[in-house]
């Protein structure tokens, strides 16, 4: 079977933490979309390590990791991660495979996405600069440069090609181009890094596993809120967040899909351009970032932040035909009183459980409940039932209104830290 865990916010829910925890009963960890954008947090005896494209299961010594075809990668920050790990896992690389399939970040990507970013002014998406953007518009285009051309001989004359269209493009944008050239040299020593890799036929190599009985985890990046159909458009990543995203992002079938983990956090965050509906732009806010240390993991950027958002999660929810959920940063919310939970939507007088067609365009005034904070730290606590009451009202709620219940309470960033349920 293949279990899927995804974020149900805009991205940085926890995803890492929580594989790292969950890896301990899987074989393999598999990425499906997404690249270096994703900044997957975890600790290693009590060291932080931020995973932007390996697997996070890549600290349980049992477990493979597959780096799919539906992944964007930049050999570059690839080789760069792989660097850094190595000291901690030193057999790391007998564990990790990439997929043939997946398609390659090159540096005119990266210049790509700032020129269009630079160009759209006030309006940009808040693009993490990684090139995802423009790399995915040149698979879904069928222009792109795969995994497996760098075994071919002629695979400089292709990227030559593909440089030159995008040295076309950049002429296009009126403002000063980045100076990606410095990029070139890194990126052909990291492709011949890359050559060294375990690259497979991953379709395969997930099927026989499949056959062989393995357990496999398949791990999302971004959220769903960042879906490039069904987030707040246009300000989105390039990729599909959700479920459904597993099946092309890996080549496996429907039918091996199991159960699927989406993640919140207690509260929400958004880190870029777009619609935010509760976000706090107050002194609660500014609390709140500091109470959970939302600054972004790949970019340092401050997360903006505000109170849970019931009427997007259950969309996300939805999409995703999501098994089992799993709050996170629960204990950073400890010291506010009361907490607010949007439950509907007041657009334009109407109110409604259902999301806009627009959220940029439509003013929304979240409709909201109130509930008692709890007095007393819970990132000690170690089972369900240590939890304060009011704590345990705020879950019920929202087991509710969202008709799935809590597996997981995540009450602190440490891999103990997490009170399993069920
Ligand atoms: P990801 O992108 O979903 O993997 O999440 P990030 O790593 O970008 O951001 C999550 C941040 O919250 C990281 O700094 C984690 O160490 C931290 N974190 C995860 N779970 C908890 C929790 O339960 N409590 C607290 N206080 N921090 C957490
Ligand atoms: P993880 O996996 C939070 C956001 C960017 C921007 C938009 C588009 O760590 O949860 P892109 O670089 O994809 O073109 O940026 O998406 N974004 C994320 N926000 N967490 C992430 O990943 C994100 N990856 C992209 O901030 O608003
Ligand atoms: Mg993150």
Sequence with gaps: MIDVLLGLQWGDEGKGKIVDFLAAHYDIIARFQGGPNA???????????????????????????????????????????????????????????????????LPTHRALD????????????????????PAYMDKTGRNGLRVGDILSPNFREKYNKLTQKHLQ??????????????????????????????????????????????KILAEGAQGSMLDVDFGTYPFVTSSNTIAAGVCSGLGVAPSWVGEVYGI??????????????????????????AAGHEFGATTGRPRRCGWIDLVALRYAIMLSGVTKLIITKTDVLDSFTPLMAATAYNVNGTVTKELPYDLCETGIVPVYETFDGWD????????????????????????????????????????????VIS
């Design 114 to 133: 700032a020129a269009s970013e630079a160009a759209k002014g006030a309006d940009k998406i808040g693009s993490t600069l990684k090139g995802i953007g």
């Design 169 to 214: 493009l950049l002429k296009q944008y009126d403002g000063p181009t980045i100076a990606w050239e410095q990029w070139e040299e890194p990126f052909f020593a990291a492709i011949e890094h890359m050559r060294a890799l375990q690259l497979v036929n991953a379709e395969y190599w997930l099927e026989n596993h499949l056959k062989q009985g393995k």
């Design 264 to 289: 919140t956090k207690a509260y929400c965050t958004r880190v870029g351009g777009g619609p935010f509906p509760t976000e706090l732009e107050d002194a609660t806010g500014d609390a709140l970032r």
């Design 39 to 105: 900044g997957h947090t975890l600790y290693l005896k009590g060291e932080k390590v931020v995973l932007h494209t390996i697997p996070s299961g890549v600290f349980q010594t049992h477990c493979l990791n597959l780096i799919g075809n539906g992944v964007v990668i930049d050999p570059v920050t690839l080789r760069l991660e792989i660097e850094k790990i190595l000291p901690l896992c030193p057999d790391m690389l007998s564990r990790l495979y990439v997929s043939q399939k997946a398609h390659l970040i």
């Design 376 to 419: 007393k730290p819970i990132s000690t606590c170690t089972t369900y039932d240590e939890l304060p009451k009011a704590f345990k009202d705020y879950c019920t709620f929202i087991e509710e209104y969202l008709e799935v219940r809590i597996s997981h309470v995540s009450n602190g960033t440490g891999r103990d830290q997490l009170i």
